[in-house]
């Protein structure tokens, strides 16, 4: 296991998608050098959180600590300095192995196996953290404590990073703390190569999750289903999926988190497809949207073209300087100009019964990953998804891929995976010629 992800991924594909290493020590290093003052930054991989009984919801590393650390598994602490702008000491706690504990839910880390993954020499177990912090702050040496004290929501359980900052100021009354979320934020808005390949390669995975579906659709198929065969591709090549997989048809397809998958395709609707494989622990996120039948109706087509004339120029206004919000309102003038023409609209305004959220986010560990939104610099990784959705008409359309920002402009990252309305319908008849 190299960062928790099987380094061969074994699949019934021929070609092969290599997980590229990422470089977390030089994430520590940025981190630190980017810190308004000296201190110590004290990170938290998180622990499972209980689900019923004794059954806790599958485990998420914390992914500001996976970002510095590489490291992937509950119960971790990383413990990172800065003093006088030197780097004086990064130390990682990793539970015990526990003998015991392995009997009945596997191996553990090793001190040996942490040292490789993130490059920290120095890796304890995690009984010494507290002592080993207070013994560094009883120094008066470090000016300021930085911890990960994002909250979403007001009435959100207190994360263990906001659990600590109480027992600080119980310990040590004084100490400067300060919350180190919004350096991380920014530092994770601009992406290294190893992480667009990742993003690549989940993209690729993502391929093959929607040509099984395309392969296997027809009138009266499930859309739990489709979602079976997508996810049971990326799971028989150990990939997990990047986020609930929204697969709508018809009139579904006009609930933006349609989640619920209990609906047969019929014969004339539009099955729109939001779905995506996670790689490395990056993200794709993925839309498309195809006809049950083989071919889109008239009134599709004609959607269709607008939404997919909208991702086009949408993304070909992408290169660095370009401010982000620019990016809506190509989408909405385009789309706006487009139902004019079809009929459905006189006013611009009256665009939001069809459109009504932004047509970019950012894209990486998080599905909506974090950072400001500004202006748009080489490394960014977005997407573009332009969609329209007419409930009056039980037709929704969306196309959504994933792009990085170069120095001169767009890579799309997405375009093997067709997206305009002929490869589309080229694409879903080939995938059908194989089904057996
Ligand atoms: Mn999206």
């Avoid at 009984?127 to 120094?139: K, M, T």
């Avoid at 988190?257 to 494989?277: E, K, M, N, S, W």
């Avoid at 959705?389 to 402009?409: F, M």
Wanted: contains cysteine; negative net charge; aromatic residues 8%.
């Amino acid at each position: 296991m190299a960062d928790g992800i099987p380094e061969a991924q074994r699949s019934e594909h021929s070609e092969s998608i290599t997980l590229e290493p990422i470089d977390w020590a030089d994430n520590r290093q940025r981190l630190l050098a980017a810190l308004p003052h000296d201190g110590l930054v004290i990170l938290f991989s998180g622990a499972p959180i209980a689900k019923s009984a004794d059954e806790d919801y599958p485990y998420a590393p914390n992914r500001n600590f996976l970002y510095v650390t590489g490291l992937d598994r509950p119960n971790q602490v990383v413990v990172l300095s800065r003093c006088g702008g030197a780097v004086p000491s990064e130390v990682a706690f990793i539970e015990p192995v526990d003998p015991h504990a392995e009997t009945w839910t596997g191996k553990m880390m090793t001190v040996d196996e942490a040292r490789r993954v993130s490059g920290i020499e120095d890796v304890r177990t995690t009984p010494h953290w507290r002592g080993y912090v207070n013994r560094l702050l009883s120094s008066g040496r470090w000016p300021t404590v930085y911890l990960d004290l994002e909250r979403r929501a007001w009435g959100e359980p207190a994360s263990e990073a906001v659990r600590f900052a109480h027992e600080l100021v119980d310990k040590h009354p004084g100490q400067a703390m300060a919350n180190v979320y919004p350096v991380l934020a920014e530092q994770r808005r601009i992406k290294s190569a190893a992480e667009i390949s990742r993003v690549r390669g989940a993209v690729a995975h993502t391929r093959r999750g929607f040509e099984a579906i395309l392969r296997h659709v027809q009138p009266g198929s499930f859309e739990y289903e489709l979602n079976g065969h997508f996810t049971g591709t990326l799971l028989r090549s150990g990939v997990n999926i990047a986020y609930n997989s929204i697969v709508a048809t018809g009139v579904n397809a006009t609930v933006m988190h349609y989640v619920t998958l209990r609906d047969p395709v019929g014969a004339g609707d539009a099955v729109l497809v939001d779905a995506a494989a996670e790689f490395g622990y990056y993200k794709s996120d993925i839309t498309r949207t195809f006809p049950a039948s083989g071919r889109f109706t008239a009134e599709q087509a004609a959607l269709y073209d607008v939404v997919w004339e909208a991702s086009q120029e949408a993304t070909a206004a992408i290169k660095p300087g370009v401010p982000h919000a620019e990016l809506n309102r190509i989408t909405r003038r385009v789309l706006a100009r487009g139902m004019k023409a079809l009929g459905h609209l006189r006013d611009d305004a009256e665009l939001d019964q069809y459109y009504f959220y932004n047509v970019s986010h950012y894209l990486g560990l998080d599905t909506h990953d974090v950072g400001e939104y500004r202006e748009l610099e080489p490394g960014m990784v977005l997407t573009i998804e332009p969609g329209l959705y007419l409930k009056h008409r039980a037709v929704g359309i969306r196309i959504e891929d994933d792009i990085a920002v170069t120095a001169s402009g767009a890579d799309v990252l997405s375009a093997d995976i067709p997206n305009d309305r002929r490869g589309m319908e080229d694409w879903l008849a080939a995938c059908q010629a194989t089904r057996r």
